[in-house]
């Protein structure tokens, strides 16, 4: 953790200076006549970003914080284990959006977490990642009007479908 | 006495057949769209703006209000149950709602909620029907100094959220405030931070895919982690003796933050450019100042989840007060309500209270009518809302990742924001392990877009001298009161370290 804590802070300012640098892209002073000008808001605000990153590493060097005053790692096997399945999950389930469309997207992921995660049987697993999509899809594209993706062209004969129940 | 019978002959308006039908409906949808993150007020009344052209303007006007103060009792339940603040209103609710719910007191949750919002908006009812005219020229007194100040003292709130930790709070807020101002500069329109020369970033960075990143993913990976697996389910129990408890427990333990919420919620919904959020924030910041165990907030304290929750109610109700009085909408909902006011042939000004008093009374005893109905629909869903918390950990935990997407993908329909929402979540997760607070960063995104151009409009009027934030009767008694909020930790943590030392020396 204590290592953690100040690569944290060193990215975070980095992260800082770069905004520092976008920012002024834009005046960053007073302009007569016009006020502050745009670049001012987000420059000053990111200095005050940096400013605090400092303190964070001075808090770190002095042993004040609490992550600076432990040798846990930042993450045990278990966490990282967790967060590859997990957060994966969730990245392969957005990547699949463009795909199979928001809907079959929501199966996939809601069969994946339910059966291969959560350890559910098939019949929950499966009655959950086929009527929730087609809830929110009804909810979504039929009450509400919002339309979400519906990926690439193979998914269109389930849409049309769909889509002439609802209008 | 005149207001009486005035107010008399609206409710009675309000309670005519069709009206009380449009009444039930709108509450009912309110809180079905309120309660689904991604979707507030302002969706259901755009949506279902179409629909009114099928009944009587009062009808009409009398249903999309009702929808706005269903969905306002609705922003609480994803709070508590989902972890996700569905609006940026419900923000607040969150800090001790979800807690709650996690100890398995889910219903005491949204019990004090429901109350919490009864009680706000039976407040600013009264306030609104004794006091309007009035209140709506205090409303334009405000400038763009007193709007400011005003964010002055909500960002002082802010620094009381983050712990005890300065720097690491400091941080959170400029970067919900510079993520605030990425996409165009409000004032010249120029591209202002398109990050990594990325298009998406054109459109700006909205409240949502923060809050939806930082709560709905970030918080749902650090339970999963922190509970190494273990969290099957809460259990918590719902009974008619239950609630009747939960009723009496809930005014026992919020009644300080309903009477702050109310009061605050209101006058602060009532400016033009303020709304519901500062006025939710603020009523929990104050309310944590003035409690005897300020400590016990962010862990499941009831006047926590009443005081954002009577606020926000309350100053829904007060940001009609400027729309009705005025013609000025105080949020993006009554600008709404103002353009089907438009469409009608009503004209929103202080001629209408003269020109359309049926209408206007009619619309302001619905304000009673469907504040009752919507205690009263909230309180019968409240039993379905906890048996959706008895599903195990692992059925819940997936469909809070979907609730997540799908509505975020609702609010922004940019798959751009998706991505960015699934990197603020993982992101949120690692700085939370490192004492980060993220509550103030997401606070701060909503507000930062109120306070830039106001401090800029106020800097441009004293051509730079930043001494019109003290020298004016309104905004320099706000800016000095948030100058010593905002330094009092500072001075504390300072005079209790050279207390330590002292007696360490003493010693």
Redesign the interface.
């Known amino acids: 953790m204590r290592n953690g804590e100040i690569i944290t802070a060193g990215v975070l300012a980095l992260f800082s200076l770069y905004l520092m640098w976008k920012s002024a892209e834009l005046p960053i002073g007073y302009i007569a006549g016009q006020g502050p000008g745009g670049g001012a808001w987000p420059f000053w605000l990111a200095v005050m970003m940096l400013l605090s990153c400092v303190m964070i590493a001075w808090n770190w060097w002095r042993g004040v914080s609490p992550p600076s005053q432990s040798d846990a790692p930042v993450l045990d096997s278990y966490g990282w284990k967790m967060l590859a399945l997990v957060g994966g999950g969730i990245i392969a389930f957005v990547g699949l959006v463009n795909v199979i469309s928001m809907y079959g997207a929501i199966a996939v992921f809601l069969l994946y977490y339910l059966k291969y995660l959560g350890r559910h049987g098939w019949f929950l697993s499966l009655t959950l990642a086929l009527v929730l999509p087609v809830a929110f899809f009804f909810f979504f594209e039929g009450a509400m009007r919002i339309t979400m993706p519906t990926g690439l062209a193979f998914t269109d004969p389930v849409f049309n479908i769909l889509y002439e129940i609802i209008y | 006495m005149e207001v009486l019978a005035l107010l008399t002959d609206g409710m009675l308006v309000a309670l005519q057949p069709l009206n009380l039908m449009m009444i039930v409906i709108g509450v009912s949808v309110g809180l079905l769209?309120g309660a689904m993150p991604g979707?507030g007020s302002v969706?259901g009344v755009a949506?279902l703006l179409p629909v009114t052209f099928l009944v009587p303007p009062g009808a009409a006007i009398i249903f999309l209000a009702a929808i706005y103060y269903g969905a306002m009792y609705g922003g609480a339940i994803s709070s508590v149950t989902l972890g996700i603040p569905g609006a940026s209103t419900a923000v607040a609710t969150t800090f001790d709602g979800r807690p709650l719910a996690i100890q398995g007191r889910a219903s005491l949750a949204l019990v004090t909620a429901a109350l919490a919002s009864f009680v706000g908006g039976t407040v600013a009812n009264v306030l609104f029907t004794l006091f309007a005219p009035a209140l709506a020229s205090v409303a334009l007194s405000f400038g763009p100094p007193e709007v400011f100040a005003l964010m002055l003292l909500a960002f002082a709130t802010f620094v009381g959220l983050g712990g005890d930790?300065?720097?690491?709070t400091?941080?959170s807020i400029?970067?919900g405030?510079?993520l605030g101002?990425v996409g165009f500069?409000q004032?010249?329109g120029?591209p202002?931070?398109?990050?990594f020369e990325m298009n998406g970033f054109l459109q700006g960075i909205g409240f949502l895919v923060l809050a939806i990143g930082v709560y709905g993913?970030g918080e749902m990976?650090w339970t999963?982690?922190q509970s190494?697996?273990a969290v099957t389910k809460t259990t918590p129990k719902m009974t008619v003796k239950g609630m009747v408890s939960d009723a009496k427990d809930a005014t026992k333990r919020g009644w300080k933050g309903t009477f702050v919420g109310s009061f605050l919620g209101f006058f602060v919904g009532v400016l033009p450019a303020a709304g519901a959020t500062p006025g939710s924030l603020m009523s929990y910041g104050v309310t944590k100042m003035i409690s005897r165990k300020p400590e016990s907030f962010g862990t499941g304290n009831p006047d926590g989840v009443a005081a954002p929750e009577a606020a926000n109610n309350s100053a829904s109700t007060g940001s009609m007060l400027p729309m009705l009085t005025l013609g000025i909408p105080g949020s993006p909902t009554t600008a709404i309500l103002l353009g089907g006011m438009v469409i009608w042939g009503l004209t929103p000004g202080p001629r209408l209270f003269v020109d359309e008093q049926e209408f206007v009374w009619g619309l302001i005893g619905s304000f009673y009518v469907s504040n009752a109905a919507a205690v009263l629909i909230n309180l019968a869903f409240i039993p379905l809302f906890i048996w959706m918390l008895r599903m195990?950990f692992?059925?819940l935990?997936?469909?809070i990742?979907?609730l997540s997407?799908?509505g975020g993908?609702?609010a922004t329909?940019d798959?751009f924001d998706?991505?960015l929402m699934?990197i603020f979540?993982?992101g949120a997760?690692?700085?939370r392990?490192?004492?980060y607070p993220l509550a103030p960063a997401v606070l701060a995104i909503v507000l930062g877009p109120i306070a830039?151009p106001t401090?800029?409009?106020s800097?441009?009027l004293s051509?730079?001298d930043p001494s019109i934030f003290f020298t004016r009767p309104v905004a320099g008694p706000i800016t000095i009161i948030a100058l010593i909020l905002i330094f009092l930790p500072a001075i504390k943590l300072f005079r209790g370290k050279r207390k330590t030392a002292s007696d360490v020396n003493s010693g």
């Open positions: 769209i979707l969706n949506i930790d300065i720097p690491k400091v941080f400029c970067f405030l510079v101002s500069d004032i010249s120029a202002r931070l398109i990050l993913i990976l999963i982690e190494r697996g195990p692992t059925v935990a997936p469909v990742f979907v997407i799908v993908y609702a329909r798959m998706i991505w699934v979540g993982i997760f690692f700085l392990r490192f004492d830039e401090l800029r409009q800097l441009l051509s730079g």
